[in-house]
């Protein structure tokens, strides 16, 4: 068998580490992304390799000259890498494998052996796949036709027409050989794509899939990065993580994905540069989207945790104003103790933990006429109630009362539209069901909102949320330093929401938590919250009679699952398993799994000792 390896290109989008190196040769591990290629093809009995070069050529061939190589390499020039593109090169290489059947492959594809050892059963042309949804117009996609079955890839294939994206390797089979070579020739000022799409009818291509992270194509540094991170660890033994793996059943911080993870090796920037002014760009413009907002919307990135959000936004909005101030739980009380801190003029209402908020009760005080702002937690993680913004929205409206809303813990998981529930300004964070790492909160509010804090004397400097409006708004930059790897991580969050849809995430989140709910019923367990008031995301639910609340929170960490324990009221009478983040079906399966044997352990440990005390 014979391979094609098409390495002429200058990389261009990988300025600068390709500025005196050809992409191909960029290290992973210990050997260069070319070399990795070639033993991966040897090792599956292939022969000769013809590797078309152009950029940097000679560099090349002197770097294979030096590697010795486990098999037969020869050279074809591209001179014209500049000006062409996939065909050209890989017409060039016509005569090295005339009549053969043999693989194309991108010179910069890393890819880990399975890959490649799945090519050993592929003899018929073959279109090498990872199935997944995608809407850039970056990416080679490939679909098929209904009608006929046909094969073709192309970048503007609709996202919901898309089986996937292209991997960038093909076998074009001996049968298939000289009309591929006769579709280049007639495309050789073109992509190679064309060639596949022209010979498909004749000679059909079958598609085999590759899977998610197997596999990695370097246009940018941050993919390079992402393929030195992913396949130098399983090449070579990278030390243990000193914490064992844990499943977070907490809610905050959550698991993230590996994608997410990944981000985090992006090339370094400068905070006042473009590359950081389009990050943040991006990132707001996606967020707004998250939050249901429309144009009179925008938001602000603050670096810090939730409780920033909440400060910056009590803190600067608050001075001159009446705040009315709800609460049934833990993070209702902190906006108080928030108030309280900042001296503002405001008016708690409490129902009381684990308590529904009384629309009748809001209504007659904000009659009153007495205040200009109501300030409320939308999911109540101290209980796992979920309060009815869209509700008290629609209450305030004929008031002109503003509505500051916490979104800390059901934004990405709830129905949740700021323009809908007609909320001035709502908060935050990263790190919960948005599933980013945490260090990123967010505050989206009306423009005019936004403009008119301009007035107000802000009992904060580095939180000022005007100042951090002004600076993001106006001049695309954040007023301080941010924590500029979190917005690489957050936006490839976002992405992975908003290409899953918010609807999907929701279904996905509210069967995790019918499942959690109802094991713990079948066990004969209950809830402080009516069910039909708890989130999607959390379920707290009081202990089994006579369980050693500290010992099954310890006993559930050493088999690396973290829960809460209750707080406030709830501390030692029930606990909180949530499932969101990057919580899968199977972690949650698992935990009630151990769950019911933990309390089954119990009980027939309780048993012997009830029977120890009868025979005495
Ligand atoms: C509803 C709500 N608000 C505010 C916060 C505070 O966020 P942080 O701990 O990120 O400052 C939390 C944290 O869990 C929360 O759940």
Known sequence: ??????????????????????????????ESILSRQIRQLASLGVTDVTVVIGYEGHAIREHLAASNPPCNVHFVENNHYKTTSTAYSAWLAADHVRGDSFFLLDGDVVAVDAVFESFIALTGNTLLYEAKSISSPEEMKVAQDPADGHVYLSKKIATDRS???????????AEANE?????????????????????????????????????????????????????TETREEVAAPQVSEQVLLCPGPVMVSKKVKSALLHADIGHRETEFIEILTRCRAKLNNVYGANHEYTNVIITGSGTAANEALLSSYGPGKKLLILSNGEFGNRLLDLARCHNLNHTALEFGWTHPMDLAKIEQTIATGDYDAL????????????????????????????????????????????????????????????????????????????????????????????????????????PNTPAVSLFYALETALDELLEDTLEKRMQHYGHLSSLIRNRLKKLGMSFPVEEQQMSRVLTTVFYPADVDVEGFHDWVKQHNYVIYRGKGPLL?????????????????????????????????????VEAAATVE
Request: proline share 3%; glycine share 6%.
């Open 1 to 30: 068998m014979k391979a094609v390896i098409l390495a002429a290109g200058d990389g261009e989008r990988l300025a600068p580490i390709t500025q005196t190196l050809p992409k191909a040769l960029l290290p992973i591990g210990s």
């Open 163 to 173: 089986l996937g994206e292209f991997v960038g390797v093909a076998v074009i089979s």
């Open 179 to 231: 009309a591929f070579f006769a579709a280049l020739a007639s495309h050789k000022d073109g992509y190679y794509e064309e060639a596949f799409n022209e010979i498909a009818v004749g000679h059909p291509f079958e598609l085999q899939a590759v899977t998610e992270n197997s596999w990695i194509e370097i246009d940018f540094v941050t993919d390079y990065l992402q393929a030195v991170r992913l396949f």
């Open 375 to 478: 300030m409320m937690v939308h999911h109540e993680t101290s209980t796992g109630m979920l309060n009815p913004i869209n509700e008290i929205g629609a209450l305030l409206k004929p008031y002109h009362v503003d509505f500051l809303v916490d979104a800390v813990s059901s934004i990405g998981a709830e129905a949740l539209s700021v323009e809908k529930a007609n909320i001035t300004f709502c908060t935050a964070s990263a790190n919960k069901a948005l599933a980013s790492l945490p260090g990123l909160a967010f505050v989206c509010g009306k423009r005019s909102a936004f403009q008119a804090l301009r007035d107000v004397p802000a009992h904060t400097r580095y939180l000022d949320l005007y100042r951090h409006y002004e600076f993001e708004d106006l001049h695309y930059q954040t």
């Open 572 to 608: 030692g009478r029930a606990f909180q398993i949530a499932n969101i983040g990057h919580v899968r079906e199977e972690h949650v399966r698992a935990f009630l799994d151990l769950m019911e044997r933990g309390f089954q352990l119990k009980q027939s440990a309780d048993a012997v």
